[in-house]
């Protein structure tokens, strides 16, 4: 269902953001992420001059290369438009995030390397995204090797991260039974207030 009719109203700013995950001829996993922020007006920049409408005030790239442990091997920004003229100076530090893995405790861990005066705050925006979509992008990889591993008795690491994956819920009494905390489902025949 989509959302409900907005009242009238006219376009400002618009940010596209794209990320795609890709599997490597050399068994690694690139994460890719591109935002570009437009205005639907012209408006002078002190650093560029003017900005015509449609034109990017920020447009930049960051790529995640990743091991199938979910660590980053190799960590690569570019900012090809920023409203400074010294913003594409922040985009290298963003190698500094080769060597973190990606999960509990990642944005931290990113902040500590690239937060600050040290990175770009719209780069660093970036990698929450870049962070979830290495996780769909290994999803099947490292769910077949976890099926070869036996790993029944290790919960998944999705567990109570969201609403569907809450350890109480029908998603997990479904999929993982073994790690579900919610109430017994009642027998079968039996309704609520019956012994």
Same mark, same amino acid.
């Given at each position: 269902?989509?959302?409900?009719?907005?009242?009238?109203?006219?376009?400002?700013?618009?940010?596209?953001?794209?990320?795609r995950?890709?599997?490597?001829?050399?068994?690694?996993?690139?994460?890719?992420?591109?935002?570009?922020?437009?205005?639907s007006?012209? !408006? +002078?920049?002190?650093?560029?001059?003017?900005?015509?409408?449609?034109?990017?005030?920020?447009?930049?790239?960051?790529?995640?290369?990743?091991?199938?442990?979910?660590?980053i091997e190799?960590?690569? =920004?570019?900012?090809?438009?920023?409203?400074?003229?010294?913003?594409?100076? =922040?985009? +290298?530090? !963003?190698?500094?995030?080769? /060597?973190?893995?990606?999960?509990?405790?990642?944005?931290?861990?990113?902040?500590?390397?690239? /937060?600050?005066?040290?990175?770009?705050?719209?780069?660093?925006?970036?990698?929450?995204?870049?962070g979830?979509?290495?996780?769909?992008?290994?999803?099947?990889?490292?769910?077949r090797?976890?099926?070869?591993?036996?790993? =029944?008795?290790?919960?998944?690491?999705?567990?109570?991260?969201?609403?569907?994956?809450?350890?109480? /819920? +029908?998603?997990?009494?479904?999929?993982?039974?073994? !790690?579900?905390?919610?109430?017994?489902?009642l027998?079968? /025949?039996?309704?609520?207030?019956?012994?």
């Amino acid at each position: 269902m989509p959302l409900s009719k907005p009242t009238g109203r006219a376009l400002l700013h618009e940010r596209d953001i794209t990320i795609r995950g890709y599997r490597r001829t050399d068994g690694r996993f690139d994460i890719e992420a591109h935002l570009i922020d437009t205005k639907s007006y012209s !408006f +002078p920049n002190d650093d560029r001059g003017e900005i015509p409408a449609g034109e990017p005030l920020h447009e930049m790239w960051v790529r995640l290369t990743v091991d199938d442990n979910l660590t980053i091997e190799a960590s690569e =920004a570019v900012t090809e438009h920023g409203p400074y003229a010294i913003c594409p100076d =922040a985009a +290298p530090n !963003f190698a500094r995030l080769a /060597g973190l893995s990606i999960g509990r405790g990642f944005l931290k861990a990113a902040s500590e390397r690239v /937060g600050g005066v040290a990175g770009c705050t719209h780069l660093r925006e970036l990698l929450q995204q870049l962070g979830t979509t290495a996780l769909q992008t290994l999803y099947a990889v490292r769910a077949r090797r976890e099926e070869v591993e036996g790993s =029944a008795t290790r919960p998944p690491r999705m567990l109570d991260s969201c609403y569907a994956y809450a350890t109480d /819920g +029908p998603v997990v009494r479904r999929r993982w039974p073994a !790690f579900y905390t919610g109430p017994d489902p009642l027998p079968a /025949g039996t309704s609520a207030g019956e012994e």
